[in-house]
C-alpha cells in the first residue's frame, strides 16, 4: 500500500475520510473489493483484475485509489499508467485526420505519459458505496491529480464512464480542469427470449432474413462447425494469430492480450469465460471470448481468419452462437462492446453513450486538446 505523499494525501480529517493508493489489487481485501463492484459486471472481478495485472497486456502499472472512513474502505477508483500513449493509436483513421495540425506541429506522433482511470477493458466506474458525502468526488479527483503528478503522467483520463457517473464526479473535474469528450457507445442486446428462435422471432424482418441468410451460408460449407469450450487453454496457440489479425486492422488499439492473459482467462475457476469457436475441418477460423455474471454477459474479444470468414460468415456464426449460449445461461443482457454497429444493430442491440473527462498538466496542451480532441473522437464514432 503506497500513499501518495504523506503530507500531500487528501483527507478530511473533521469527518474522518482519507485517502491512500494500492499499487495492485490484491492489497485489497477480496470480499471487500466484491462488496463494492458491481455484482453483475464481470469484468469487474477481482480474479479478472489480477490477470490483468500478472499478463502484461498494455499499461505499465496498475493503481488503485482508495477512500476510506476510519478504517472502512468505502471506494475504490482503478488506474493504470502508459508510459507512451500514442494519442493517434486511440482515435481512428478519421480521428487521425482531425490530429493532422498537431501532428505537423510537432513533427512527430504525439505521446503522452497517461494515467487512465477507469477499467482499461470496458465501462469506467468508480466502485462505491451509495451515501458518500459532497466531498468524496473532489477527494478521488484530488488524488487522481497528485498520483498522475507523482507517476509523472502528463495527460489523465476518465475512460468511458456514463454520463451519471461522470455527472457525480463533474463538480471536482471541473475544479481540476478536466474538459468531457464523446466516447464510444456501447452496444447492448437485452434479451427476453427462451430460445435462440424466439430470439430471433423477435427482431425486424431485415434482422430475421439476415441472421438466416447468414446461418445458411454457413451450413452450405459440410466442414465447418462451432463448438462453446469452457476450457480453452490449449487452443490459445491457434487463437492468438486470429486475434492479432483483427487487432491489425482495429481502427483502436489501448490494450494488446498476451497468451498468458488468454490461458488465465480459461484455467481461473474465478472468471466465468467461455469461447465459442469456429473450424473448418480440424483448422480454427474464429472465435469469441465472452465473460458472464449472474445476469449480465460481455463479449470481449473476437479473432477471425480473413481468408475465409467473409465467405464462411464466421463473425456473425460467432455471435449468433454467443447469444444462444448467454440465453441458454439464462442471461437478461449482453454488452456487445463498441464498433461494428451497423450489424449489432441487426442483431437488436441498442446504443449506451459513454464519455471522457480529460486534462493535460500542461496548460497549453489542455487548451490544443480541449480544441481539437473532441473533433477527432467525434469523427472517430461517425466513421465507427
Known amino acids: 500500500m503506497t500513499v501518495v505523499s504523506p503530507e500531500q494525501t487528501p483527507s478530511d480529517s473533521r469527518s474522518g475520510w482519507r485517502v491512500v493508493v494500492a499499487d495492485s489489487v490484491s492489497e485489497i481485501p477480496p470480499e471487500v473489493w466484491q462488496k463494492l463492484a458491481p455484482s453483475d459486471d464481470p469484468i469487474y472481478g477481482y480474479a479478472f483484475f489480477q490477470a ?139 434479451l427476453r427470449a427462451k430460445s435462440f428462435e424466439e430470439y430471433v422471432a423477435s427482431l425486424s424482418r431485415n434482422g430475421r432474413r439476415n441472421i438466416r441468410r447468414n446461418l445458411a451460408r454457413f451450413a452450405d460449407h459440410q466442414d465447418v462447425c462451432v463448438e462453446v469450450r469452457e476450457r480453452f487453454e490449449d487452443l490459445v496457440p491457434s487463437m492468438m494469430p486470429l486475434y492479432q489479425a483483427v487487432l491489425d486492422r482495429a481502427e483502436s488499439r489501448l490494450d494488446v492480450w498476451t497468451p498468458e492473459f488468454m490461458t488465465v482467462l480459461s484455467t481461473d475457476p474465478r472468471i466465468p469465460a ?40 464466421v463473425y456473425q456464426v460467432s455471435y449468433y452462437r454467443s447469444i444462444e449460449e448467454m440465453i441458454g445461461l439464462g442471461m437478461a443482457r449482453i454488452d456487445l462492446m463498441q464498433n461494428a454497429y451497423e450489424a449489432k444493430r441487426k442483431l437488436g442491440c441498442h446504443l449506451v453513450p459513454l464519455e471522457h473527462a480529460v486534462t493535460h498538466r500542461n496548460r497549453v496542451w489542455r487548451v490544443i486538446l480541449r480544441k481539437f480532441l473532441p473533433m477527432a473522437l467525434k469523427r472517430y464514432g461517425e466513421q465507427s
Open 274 to 313: 467461455r469461447a465459442v469457436t469456429c473450424w473448418q475441418r480440424d483448422r480454427l477460423v474464429g472465435f469469441l471470448i465472452f465473460l458472464f455474471g449472474e445476469k449480465s454477459a460481455v463479449a470481449i474479444r473476437i479473432g477471425l481468419d480473413y481468408d475465409c470468414s467473409r465467405e464462411l460468415r
Open 52 to 190: 490483468m495485472e500478472r499478463t502484461g497486456i498494455g499499461p505499465d502499472s496498475y493503481h488503485y485509489i482508495l477512500l476510506r472512513r476510519g478504517q472502512q474502505l468505502q471506494a475504490v477508483l482503478p488506474t493504470c499508467l502508459f508510459d507512451e500513449l500514442v494519442l493517434e493509436d486511440v482515435v481512428g483513421s478519421q480521428g487521425r485526420r482531425a490530429l493532422r495540425p498537431l501532428r505537423l506541429i510537432t513533427g512527430r506522433p504525439l505521446r503522452i505519459k497517461a494515467l487512465i482511470c477507469g477499467h482499461l477493458l470496458g465501462e469506467g466506474r468508480v466502485l462505491r458505496e451509495g451515501g458518500l458525502p459532497e466531498t468524496a468526488p473532489h477527494l478521488l479527483v484530488d488524488a487522481v491529480q497528485q498520483l498522475a503528478a507523482s507517476l509523472g503522467a502528463r495527460g489523465t483520463v476518465f475512460k468511458d464512464f456514463s454520463p451519471s457517473e461522470l455527472e457525480w464526479l463533474d463538480p471536482a473535474l471541473r475544479r481540476a480542469g478536466y474538459f468531457r469528450v464523446p466516447g464510444l457507445p456501447h452496444a447492448w442486446l437485452r
